[in-house]
């Protein structure tokens, strides 16, 4: 097995299904968030033969960021690293979590903090305004990054708002 490296700045490649693909990047470690990786997934959908210079894929719009293990991914055979690009833009995401993950009793969370990358939580209670487009942040497995980039939504519960 051929080691591969992943370092801020890598962009991979996602196979959605037999004839189409999406783009990542790797943008940030998020220090508050166990250390993980940040990643930014754009939102535009390439053929799956199509080789787009990825200076200009960097510049599509973002569909979602999210934090996850990318080597897990690489090793899942999810995703394959094609390159990488210098242009990281700014993480100015927020993202949430709630003291109920988990908890299949609580269907809505009056328990919520945001942050974000590298920056102290805030304790919110209730979500509300803008920190309702906070992404969710708990480190997502990369099978869920690959459903999201399919259906535009994870596939597992977390409590609402």
Known sequence: MTRIIIKKVDVFSAALNDTQKKYFQFVQLDLTQLNS???RVFKKTYLIDERPLLENVVKEEVDFYAHVVVKWGI????????GNVSDVGKVN???RASDDYG???VSVSSSWRVWKVNEPFIKVGKLKGDYQKAEIGVVVAPNNILGRMQTGRY???YPGF
């Open 37 to 39: 990786e940040v990643i």
């Open 155 to 157: 596939d597992f519960f």
């Open 75 to 82: 090793q899942m055979k999810l995703w394959k690293k094609v």
């Open 103 to 105: 908890n299949p009793k």
């Open 93 to 95: 995401q927020f993202f």
